[in-house]
């Protein structure tokens, strides 16, 4: 039987809901490795199993995990841990060591600096090592816990944040580039279920679009184990766009369309708010006024996790999270169709509004949730 402890550290100030969040946390935690007995003890989540294998990617990739640590297990009997501990360091190879012990178990008759002591001591007289407790070159980890004492020599670094789950829901505007992806990923570290929408203008763009915003929702959803994508036709409301009002407004008038579907899909999955790739500045139609004429068009706050990110700094967390190839790789975005040439930068909220009453809202929106396509995505432990 192997042990695997895992430490959180935000939800330990939760304070009375906290056992709301370590419940949240051992399910995830059940739900990204498939197996194993997984339980909550004082201040750490305990996973039970008889493998090993995969684990440790896979519980990189758990939201409210600070860190975690594969274990060995001894009873709370102060020699039994002296001859655990001689176990474990027989197979390392090391010149100075420290022990360090944490005791929730106030019970347990030691204190953690007599177990320090006690088990550091037995360690040199055993096998000759050096104690350093400055820079050693190895440490020995021990807790004493409920009814539990666990040796181990590592803490390998979890992602942190909250668990997927906690915070509610809110619908992701998903689109082909690199922003959207990394503002998903902020969310759903902040304990945000996410339901994926994206625009698209298939036939008009080829299917190689779609392909690519599937996969990039596959990659998230490694963090939330199971995603619902809905893709939406744009392409009929881009032409009216396109027809009826002026040239300099269209991509204002698009993300206004966008943001009224997104909400209308909100609603139906009773979601919150709505999450969006947006930094201020990128581009024209992320200044501040136009933000503000694309948010108006609905009720729902809209998110904006990179807003005060550069480029470079986004770019660098697509990295990490496994995004980044697959955004760069040519598509064609709906948004980049029939562009203007002099797109505006300072809306007129007034002047948008007149333009938007030139085309039929209702009956566009309800065509385009008509001919949706929603794709279940699952993530098998």
């Known amino acids: 039987m192997f ?38 003890i004082s201040g750490r989540i305990l996973v039970e199993m008889d493998s090993l294998k995969g684990v440790e990617e896979k519980l990189k990739n758990v939201f ?27 197979k390392e190879t090391f010149s100075s060591f420290k022990v360090n012990c944490s005791r929730s178990n106030k019970n347990f008759a030691l204190t953690s600096v007599q177990v320090n002591e006690r088990v550091g001591e037995f360690i040199v007289s055993c096998l000759g090592k050096k104690v350093d407790l400055t820079s050693p070159d190895l440490t020995l980890f021990i807790e004493i816990v409920d009814n539990y ?5 590592e803490k390998i670094k979890g992602p ?26 902020y969310a759903m570290k902040r304990g945000i279920e996410l339901v994926f929408c994206h ?25 939330q184990f199971e995603s619902k994508l809905y893709l939406i036709p744009f392409s009929s409301i881009q032409k009216e766009i396109l027809l009826k009002t002026k040239e300099k407004l269209r991509v204002l008038l698009y993300r206004r369309f966008m943001f009224k579907i997104a909400q209308e899909i909100a609603q139906k999955e009773k979601a919150r708010v709505l999450i969006t790739g947006e930094s201020v500045g990128q581009v024209a139609s992320q200044t501040l006024p ?7 068009a609905v009720s729902l706050p809209n998110l904006k996790p990179v807003v005060g990110q550069d480029k470079e700094e986004i770019i660098q967390k697509a990295k ?11 598509y064609n975005d709906c948004c980049s169709r029939f562009l203007p040439k002099h797109p505006e930068t300072k809306a007129n909220l007034r002047e948008v509004r007149s333009e938007e009453k030139k085309l039929n809202v209702e009956e566009l929106i309800k065509k385009a949730l008509k001919q949706k396509e929603i794709c279940i995505i699952k993530i098998q432990p």
């Open 149 to 153: 004492c666990f040796l181990f020599l």
């Open 199 to 223: 625009f698209h203008s298939f036939p008009f763009t080829d299917k190689a679009s779609l392909e690519k915003v599937i996969a990039l929702v596959k990659v998230l959803t490694k963090y």
């Open 3 to 40: 042990n695997v402890v895992c430490h959180y550290a935000e939800i330990g100030l939760k304070g009375k809901n906290r056992k709301f969040f370590e419940e949240k946390l051992a399910s995830n935690i059940k739900k990204a490795i498939g197996f194993g007995n997984v339980k909550r």
């Open 64 to 90: 409210g995990i600070a860190n975690f640590s594969f274990a060995f297990s001894s009873s709370q009997d102060i020699e039994e841990i002296k001859k655990k501990a001689l176990e474990v360091l027989k």
């Open 160 to 185: 942190g944040g909250l668990p997927v789950g906690v915070s509610g829901k809110a619908v992701s505007l998903i689109s082909g580039g690199i922003d959207s992806p990394v503002a998903s990923f």
């Open 290 to 296: 136009n933000m503000q004429a694309t948010e108006e």
């Open 320 to 330: 990490e999270i496994g995004t980044f190839q697959l955004s760069i790789q040519p």
